[in-house]
């Protein structure tokens, strides 16, 4: 089992920037998937950008030249940098990580194999 953390979540006026972290128990497998995904009020839960074990990063187009994904793996830590923030972007944020899927892509959400708790951004207008 993988646990999940996410932790700089807060409120910020619209054009702020947050940064998110995420930190995971220690895990020996190789390949992975790891992403973070969003959840506003009254709506489905979606993808904001996935990173695998090689690198390949993935956006949803509505944060691209926004949001930055990376990670540190020495520390098991994924981050989310997130800059030029709108109202929109206000919703409840959540780490993931998979070990089995073939192709990491932000979409659909429901295959993730484990999920942190989440952190709130909350973005004035």
């Known amino acids: 089992q993988v646990h999940l953390a996410e932790s700089g979540g807060g409120s910020v006026q619209s054009g702020g920037s947050l940064r998110l972290t995420c930190t995971a128990s220690?895990?020996?497998?190789?390949?992975?998937?790891f992403g973070w995904f969003r959840q506003a009020p009254g709506k489905e839960r979606e993808g904001v950008a996935v990173i695998d074990s090689d690198g390949r990063i993935v956006y949803a187009d509505s944060v691209k030249g926004r949001f930055t994904i990376s990670q540190d793996n020495a520390k098991y830590t994924m981050y989310l940098q997130m800059n030029n923030l709108k109202p929109e972007d206000t919703a409840m944020y959540y780490c993931?990580?998979?070990?089995?899927?073939?192709?990491?892509?932000?979409?659909?959400?429901?295959?993730?194999?484990?999920w942190g708790q989440g952190t709130q951004v909350t973005v004035s207008s």
């Open positions: 220690r895990y020996t497998l190789s390949g992975y998937c």
């Open positions: 993931a990580a998979d070990f089995s899927m073939l192709r990491c892509e932000p979409q659909p959400v429901g295959v993730r194999d484990f």
